[in-house]
């Protein structure tokens, strides 16, 4: 079967309609993620910029509505980048940016592969990982790593290469994940140990970004790598639970967010008339917000995005997994 960057709707939604709804859910307001572009207003009513991503807009029919920046026509990926700023990177930028990432995490250089005298190829290493002094591979599965306004998660997933469309060999993968469930897959045997570390893998890896579109891109690929790593280690498909439990992860650790406010796009009110309620009566009144006005990242008045904080209680409600506020970590 030949290689498709694109992700088919219809695919995943063989693998279950709860599946597709996971991808699409939006944990902070407690509906879908929604398309936060104008690019598809043409398409009817449904695809307006506030109007939520629905199960029926990217399906059936519909299946080719959202691909990748990679089949895009010039003329979309142009517009992309002047209207909001949609930066593309080449694969082998993001190999060299994770190859940092690792060599400072192990302290040493090559890793997970050797680059070209230019940087812009790489062959994988062929020997398991090893690891220094003091740290195990399951420490690195664990070390938490985010990609900031992640556009499609080529940093964290590296399907396809991002210049030509073409596939990457599993083996040759260089994303963030990739470089986990590498490690993961060399160091268990049995579907129930990496069925577990795999979790662990997901729930350490963060990333956000404006557009619905890319983010459910940015979902499908992470999803889809899970699948693919499975049956190259066990030669089957994972069990639609276990697909299930990974985009119930995916869809709390890769959000939709304004990273500037850290707040759902567009949720600021400025300048919109709110109905005060007290003993005199109603009374309307704009309401500004401060943040916007003072262009800091705290102090809005927009829903401020949650995230899961995963294997940690809430002190309060003794919840594990607490959810806790994006801009709560940020000192």
Known sequence: MNFEPDINENDILTLGKEVLDA?????????????????????GEGYGYKKPILPELVTGENNKVVMPRVLKSKEQQTSRAKDMAEVFTPSWVCNAQNNLVDEAWFGRKDVFNTTS???????????????????????????????????????????YDTTTGEPIPLQQRIGMLDRKLRVVSENTTTSGEWL????????????????GDNLLLAREALLTSFIEYYQAKFGKAPLQKSILYIAYIISWNVWQMDGLKG????????????????????????????????????????????????????????????KIRYIDLIK
């Not at 399951?138 to 964290?156: F, H, N, Q, S």
């Not at 997901?202 to 404006?210: D, H, P, Q, S």
């Open 23 to 43: 991808l699409l859910r939006d944990h902070t307001t407690g509906e879908n993620i929604f398309w936060a572009t104008s690019d598809y207003e043409c398409l």
């Open 117 to 159: 005298d230019d940087g812009k190829a790489w062959e994988a290493t062929a020997d398991p990982i090893t690891f220094p002094e003091g740290k195990t591979w399951k420490d690195y599965v664990r070390a938490t790593r985010m990609e900031i306004t992640c556009g499609e998660a080529p940093y964290l997933v590296s399907r």
């Open 196 to 211: 577990e570390m795999t979790q662990e893998a997901y729930k350490n890896i963060y990333g956000f970004e404006w557009q």
């Open 263 to 322: 707040v759902v796009p567009d949720s600021c009110k400025n300048g919109e008339i709110v109905i005060e309620h007290d003993l005199f009566g109603d009374t309307e009144k704009k309401v500004y917000c401060q943040g916007c006005q003072q262009d800091t990242i705290k102090g809005h008045n927009g829903i401020y995005c949650l995230i899961r904080d995963w294997g940690n209680k809430d002190p309060k409600t003794g919840e594990n997994n607490r």
